[in-house]
């Protein structure tokens, strides 16, 4: 592999997902939210539904581009693996500790969320960077989806029938629950980023880890593009058939979720790699924003949560919504525009952090 230079429509594609998360996240009422800015109630797929796999495979992505660096330069891998477990730890408290916010209710424990999953697919995609070769990864990425749609459709338990896909009630949460005191899981008593569901997250990073060491083995060319975007249609196609028979389901992160997802990263980012990298098209507005965003990405996917605490207990986010709504305006409108206003606050502080040179790497 050739030391690569900074590939600049990763950070876009890291920043615009960060910021699609924060407004989806924090609507001004979750009663009232355009249709694709929502989630899918239960099988089926959105383009919110899109945004956390995204970001998933984009770390998959950086895993390979920075871990790749490190292995050229001699790193000792000990030293790679104390990092990835503090980085690892670090992410998973944060995500531990926002869940107190804004109540501060110590006697509520939930071990699972997005920045949770995040941390544990993180630390266990790189550890399979550092210590096996690509097949290796291929291999065991495709054995997981496999192994999981299996278990989840012809596994029968003894509170439900093999098969059964319902919220609750299927393998996937039933495992959670036989693992965990279910005050542990959720506030439903199941998590849709629980423990069980992690294994097919895991194969999105590697699919982000695979479509990376492609970037890695030459210098970007059109072809480079070309082979991320034929995997990519070729993985929505897989996806797609296999729905008919394992439903694509965001929730418990079923294997055609899985590939029809990381089809749709891959060929996002072949295109962002066309346009930003071989057209240069850098300086956009659209390129600029999601740089801001992408350079402190978890940093500031937790500012987000620390903005909208302070906005409701200052009443601040009642004073704008309600009077939005009160001046006349439809609440769906009023609602997207508290989410439009999450975002700025929290490209505020990007572009602060940006022009100060200021990189959080937790």
């Known amino acids: 592999m050739n030391k690569p230079e900074r590939i600049l429509s990763v950070d876009i594609f890291r920043g615009i997902v960060i910021s699609m998360m924060i407004m989806v996240n924090y609507p001004g009422s979750w009663g009232y939210m355009y249709e694709p800015l929502t989630h899918s109630a239960w099988n089926g797929i959105t383009p919110t539904d899109m945004i956390f796999p995204f970001f998933i495979f984009i770390?998959?992505?950086?895993?390979?581009?920075?871990?790749?660096?490190?292995?050229?330069?001699?790193?000792?891998?000990?030293?790679?693996?104390?990092?990835?477990?503090?980085?690892?730890?670090?992410?998973?408290?944060?995500?531990?500790?926002?869940?107190?916010?804004?109540?501060?209710?110590?006697?509520r424990v939930n071990l699972f969320g997005v920045l949770q999953r995040i941390a544990v697919v993180y630390t266990?995609?790189?550890?399979?960077?550092?210590?096996?070769?690509?097949?290796?990864?291929?291999?065991?990425?495709?054995?997981?989806?496999?192994?999981?749609?299996?278990?989840?459709?012809?596994?029968?338990?003894?509170?439900?029938?093999?098969?059964?896909?319902?919220?609750?009630?299927?393998?996937?949460?039933?495992?959670?629950?036989?693992?965990?005191?279910?005050?542990?899981?959720?506030?439903?008593?199941?998590?849709?980023?629980?423990?069980y569901s992690t294994f097919p997250a895991i194969v999105t990073a590697i699919s982000g880890m695979i479509a990376g060491r492609v970037m890695l083995t030459k210098k970007i060319t059109e072809n480079t593009v070309i082979w991320i975007l034929l995997a990519g249609v070729l993985c929505v196609i897989a996806g797609l058939v296999w729905n008919w028979h394992f439903p694509i389901n965001k929730k418990i992160w079923s294997s055609s979720f899985v590939l029809f997802t990381s089809g749709w990263a891959a060929i996002i980012l072949a295109l962002t790699l066309f346009l930003v990298d071989l057209k240069g098209f850098k300086n956009t507005l659209l390129a600029r924003f999601g740089i801001i965003f992408g350079s402190n990405a978890i940093a500031i996917y937790v500012v987000a949560d620390l903005f909208e605490?302070?906005?409701?207990?200052?009443?601040?986010?009642?004073?704008?919504?309600?009077?939005?709504?009160?001046?006349?305006?439809?609440?769906?409108?009023?609602?997207?525009?508290?989410?439009?206003?999450?975002?700025?606050?929290?490209?505020?502080?990007?572009?602060?952090?940006?022009?100060?040179?200021?990189?959080?790497?937790?």
């Not at 670090?90 to 869940?99: P, R, S, V």
């Not at 278990?151 to 098969?163: H, K, N």
């Not at 929290?346 to 937790?362: E, P, T, W």
Request: proline share 3%; hydrophobic share 50%; with cysteine.
């Open 59 to 107: 770390v998959g992505v950086s895993i390979a581009l920075s871990f790749s660096r490190q292995i050229e330069s001699s790193v000792p891998r000990n030293e790679m693996v104390k990092k990835i477990f503090i980085r690892g730890v670090k992410i998973y408290l944060l995500g531990f500790l926002l869940h107190y916010l804004p109540e501060f209710d110590l006697t």
């Open 309 to 362: 605490t302070t906005y409701k207990y200052t009443h601040i986010h009642d004073l704008v919504y309600e009077g939005l709504t009160n001046s006349g305006m439809k609440e769906v409108n009023a609602s997207l525009i508290w989410s439009l206003i999450s975002v700025a606050s929290c490209f505020v502080v990007g572009v602060f952090l940006y022009r100060k040179k200021i990189f959080f790497k937790i």
């Open 124 to 195: 266990i995609s790189a550890l399979l960077f550092i210590y096996t070769n690509w097949k290796t990864q291929v291999y065991l990425a495709t054995s997981i989806l496999l192994l999981y749609w299996i278990t989840m459709l012809f596994i029968p338990t003894y509170e439900f029938s093999a098969g059964t896909m319902e919220p609750g009630a299927n393998l996937a949460f039933y495992i959670d629950r036989i693992l965990f005191p279910v005050q542990m899981i959720g506030k439903h008593g199941w998590s849709a980023e629980g423990f």
